[in-house]
């Protein structure tokens, strides 16, 4: 969230200190809070990430006690800004040895280029608008190779958004599956002050629901697939791996038929198959790739 305060980079001393009575009263890891961590001691415009301050960052609460440090948020943009720091603040935390693997939140919110020059601001610093589709690709790449999970938001239903602007996402989406990216992406309805203005389940054209479909189609190949890492997590006895098994299967199940119902409810009948085929070629054009 951008507001008209300063950024304030709390010093790495006071940092540890905080850190070390979460891990002196048993607590394992390190979790920062931020909208951005990796604009720690960033002290440029364009936004590029500080390599030294994070992972002066990274190492100095490792060095703690913790068994790994994470984040809740990152951006897309600082990922692919430099690449070699997210490498090395996971070397850090030894996910390469460990096999361990760290959620992070990120928001793409469209990645529609007039829609992202509009409405997402500074979001793609130190990259263009036009370049955003790019970046998201890119960085999700990067991620999965280092072993973060992301857990990215969608907005759907921008009060000037047309279904050639929802093309541009669905092909992301597209894109998604065909290298097989690891993450969750969350669709969300656009929400405005106004209740009248604001996105409703209702009012999902074709291009947005097929959107919307798409995403959940993700999910729930990400989750079969993370179920076995669930079921092998050593934190988890029997009883809870069961539960949380049937939890996720069912959640997800419960998801997929409630989208079949309304799809059939939206468009005269018919099932989502149907609304697929007309937005399966892709027809949008990707940003190119950017160069340092």
């Not at 948020?73 to 800004?81: G, I, L, P, R």
């Not at 760290?102 to 280029?113: F, R």
């Not at 409405?119 to 999965?144: C, D, M, Q, T, Y």
Request: glycine share 6%.
């Amino acid at each position: 969230m951008l507001t008209k305060d300063p950024k304030k980079d709390l010093p790495i001393d006071r940092l540890q200190r905080e850190a070390k009575v979460n891990l002196d009263y048993g607590f394992d890891s390190v979790w920062l809070h931020s909208d951005e961590m990796l604009l720690y001691g960033c002290d440029n415009k364009d936004f590029y990430p500080n390599y030294d301050a994070i992972t002066s960052l990274w190492q100095g609460l490792k060095d703690q006690g913790a068994n790994f440090v994470g984040t809740t948020h990152m951006t897309f943009s600082a990922v692919v800004a430099d690449p070699k720091l997210l490498q090395d603040i996971s070397e850090i935390n030894d996910m390469h040895k460990s096999g361990r693997w760290i959620s992070t939140n990120l928001g793409i919110e469209t990645v529609a280029p007039n829609l992202v020059k509009k409405h997402l601001g500074i979001k793609a610093k130190p990259f263009s608008p036009e370049e955003w589709g790019w970046v998201v690709r890119e960085g999700a790449k990067i991620l999965n190779k280092n072993h973060w999970f992301p857990a990215a938001t969608l907005i759907i239903g921008w009060p000037d958004e047309t279904p050639d602007d929802v093309q541009h996402t669905i092909d992301m989406m597209g894109d998604f599956r065909a290298f097989d990216f690891r993450g969750l992406v969350a669709p969300l309805l656009y929400q405005d002050f106004s209740e009248k203005n604001s996105m409703h389940f209702g009012n999902l054209n074709e291009a947005q629901f097929t959107l919307f479909w798409k995403c959940w189609e993700n999910n729930l190949r990400v989750i079969n697939d993370i179920i076995p890492i669930i079921l092998r997590n050593k934190t988890y006895g029997p009883p809870m791996k069961i539960f949380m098994y049937g939890l996720i299967k069912a959640g997800t199940w419960a998801i997929m038929r409630y989208l079949r119902g309304l799809c059939k409810d939206l468009f005269n009948g018919r099932m989502p198959d149907e609304i697929m085929d007309k937005y399966a070629r892709s027809r949008s054009v990707n940003a190119p790739a950017y160069t340092k």
